[in-house]
């Protein structure tokens, strides 16, 4: 993203933004709620439209293009949603195997094959024929990743992937992101939960007032000497109700 500028119903969310997601480093985006960290994910996927800058996927611009002229690019990407965005009337294996079914160049085996080896990735394989309804929180999410992983991406983005869920669920969760990394994923993850965001990230960049405020590695995050930099990573009484 290049000096991306977003702004709906008169209030600005982004001014001159700049974001490098760089192959095998995986990226944090911080920031207090609200600030519009979900709204950067929505514009790398090209479901909302800056109104000035450019944003490039592995070097094509895809800014002011016709979604049929990046689908191919976008289909790298997969996006695993804050509570799962899960299909409630389908079955666990039926939401995994979705996308692979709509696009119709696997037999069904094959996508059978697939759902139960994503879902054996994650840990829910037994939950195969359970509908979403009857799992928890923390299943709905690795269910969500599983099915984020069916069509095989490149880059991975996480909604708050840690929202709602208890410390087994956040564990869970961390694992996760530390397995894909290992296999080879690039992930890019928007929260403002600070531990996981240490325990999965090397780059981390951080959303004040609508502008980037930080942007370099964990160290030099924790050195930083901003003032609001400083107040998000350790709040005072002076935060009290702001």
Do not use: W
């Not at 095998?24 to 800058?53: A, D, E, W």
């Not at 690019?73 to 692979?100: C, H, P, W």
């Amino acid at each position: 993203m290049e000096q991306v500028c977003y702004t709906v119903g008169g209030r600005t969310i982004l001014t001159d933004f700049d974001l490098l997601l760089e192959r095998g480093v995986n990226r944090t985006i911080l920031g207090v709620s609200g600030s519009g960290k979900t709204t950067i994910l929505k514009l790398l996927l090209g479901l909302i439209h800056p109104q000035s800058g450019r944003i490039l996927i592995n070097g094509m611009e895809i800014t002011g293009r016709p979604e049929a002229e990046y689908r191919e690019q976008r289909k790298k990407i997969a996006i695993v949603f804050q509570g799962g965005a899960l299909f409630d009337s389908m079955t666990v294996g039926e939401n995994v195997g979705y996308r692979l079914f709509e696009e119709g160049r696997l037999s069904e085996r094959e996508i059978e094959e697939i759902v139960r080896e994503k879902l054996r990735f994650v840990g829910v394989e037994l939950a195969l024929n359970l509908y979403p309804a009857e799992l928890s929180g923390g299943m709905k999410k690795r269910v969500a990743i599983a099915r984020a992983l069916a069509a095989d991406p490149e880059y991975i983005f996480f909604d708050e992937p840690t929202t709602g869920l208890d410390p087994i669920g956040v564990y869970n969760i961390v694992s996760l992101m530390r397995r894909l990394q290992e296999a080879g994923k690039t992930t890019l993850m928007v929260t403002h939960d600070l531990a996981t965001a240490f325990a999965t990230s090397q780059r981390f960049s951080l959303l004040h007032e609508s502008r980037l405020a930080f942007d370099g590695d964990e160290e030099a995050l924790k050195a930083c000497p901003l003032p609001n930099v400083r107040e998000f990573l350790q709040p005072t009484d002076a935060s009290l109700f702001v």
